[in-house]
């Protein structure tokens, strides 16, 4: 039997102790921010029986206004934490700001609470980003210029139907965690090889641009390796063949 005396800590001292020495999440069955409400701050779940305790100067993104593409509190440009939940209840993404833009750290959530996001804003204007499914699988993994104008949200492929405004080095990945395609975007324009890929690793197609132009000879293959398209380039005109997203031979002229 355990004796206490005037030295012997209370039991909720004790708690707190090891909640200081060990991560918030350990304890988040007893709902653990509610202990840290006295010092300001303020809880949002991030994932099932797991809470994200916010500083109380964080504030909500809405609350901020927006002009060319940086935010203003009260007529200032905002330096501090933002953020953006679901329903006010479920925390969407939580962003570090300076001098009305983003720098610093960045973590997106799923409604379904699983990770999103995360990534990182660099002084020298650079922003390294890992992005997942909603399954948790890997999607994307890029470094590019700011990302951060609400008016340039976009960050799909070009050639498959919607447009890239940021430039940088991208790599996308299948739903198996298999890399699908890599490029570089410059002036927002594809420069440099670009890249594809099967499920399995094997080479789907190798293409090469200048400045957004097609240069130099372009190769497909299938999914064991066969060479099955070949398009050279000549004063920026292709000629050769090249297998369509039908399966079909296309003679290109």
């Known amino acids: 039997m355990l004796l206490l005396n005037y030295n012997t800590p209370s039991a909720s001292t004790i708690?707190?102790?090891?909640?200081?020495?060990?991560?918030?999440?350990?304890?988040?069955?007893?709902?653990?921010?509610?202990d840290f409400m006295q010092l300001g701050l303020l809880q949002l779940p991030i994932k099932?029986?797991?809470?994200q305790c916010l500083p109380n100067h964080a504030v909500?993104?809405?609350?901020?206004?927006?002009?060319?593409?940086?935010?203003?509190?009260?007529g200032q440009p905002f330096s501090g934490l933002a953020y953006v939940t679901?329903?006010?209840?479920?925390?969407?993404?939580i962003a570090q700001f300076k001098a009305g833009r983003r720098l610093g750290s960045y973590q997106a959530y799923y409604p379904n609470n699983s990770l999103m996001e995360l990534g990182f804003n660099t002084a020298d204007g650079k922003y390294t980003f890992t992005q997942w499914t909603e399954k948790g699988t890997l999607a994307i993994r890029a470094t590019s210029t700011p990302f951060f104008c609400e008016v340039d949200d976009?960050?799909?492929?070009?050639?498959?139907?919607?447009?890239?405004?940021?430039?940088?080095?991208?790599?996308f990945f299948h739903s198996n965690g298999m890399l699908h395609?890599?490029?570089t975007m410059k002036h927002q324009q594809y420069d440099g090889e670009y890249l594809e890929y099967h499920p399995n690793g094997q080479?789907?197609?190798?293409?090469?641009?200048?400045?957004?132009?097609?240069?130099?000879?372009?190769?497909?293959?299938?999914?064991?390796?066969?060479?099955?398209?070949?398009?050279?380039?000549?004063?920026?005109?292709?000629?050769?063949?090249?297998?369509?997203?039908?399966?079909?031979?296309?003679?290109?002229?």
């Not at 708690?15 to 509610?34: G, S, V």
């Not at 679901?86 to 993404?93: A, E, N, R, S, V």
């Not at 976009?154 to 790599?171: C, K, L, M, S, V």
């Not at 005109?237 to 079909?248: R, S, V």
Request: overall charge positive; aromatic content about 18%; hydrophobic content about 30%.
């Open 154 to 171: 976009r960050r799909f492929d070009p050639i498959f139907g919607t447009t890239h405004t940021e430039d940088g080095n991208y790599q």
């Open 203 to 253: 080479s789907m197609s190798k293409r090469y641009f200048e400045s957004g132009k097609p240069i130099g000879c372009w190769k497909q293959f299938d999914n064991k390796g066969k060479l099955v398209g070949k398009v050279k380039h000549r004063n920026y005109l292709p000629k050769g063949y090249w297998i369509n997203e039908e399966g079909q031979k296309e003679i290109v002229k």
């Open 181 to 183: 395609r890599e490029f």
């Open 15 to 34: 708690l707190r102790w090891l909640m200081m020495l060990f991560p918030i999440a350990t304890f988040a069955q007893t709902n653990p921010c509610d």
């Open 86 to 93: 679901f329903d006010h209840k479920q925390l969407h993404w």
């Open 60 to 74: 909500p993104y809405y609350s901020l206004t927006f002009d060319s593409c940086k935010v203003y509190a009260n």
């Open 48 to 51: 099932p029986g797991y809470y």
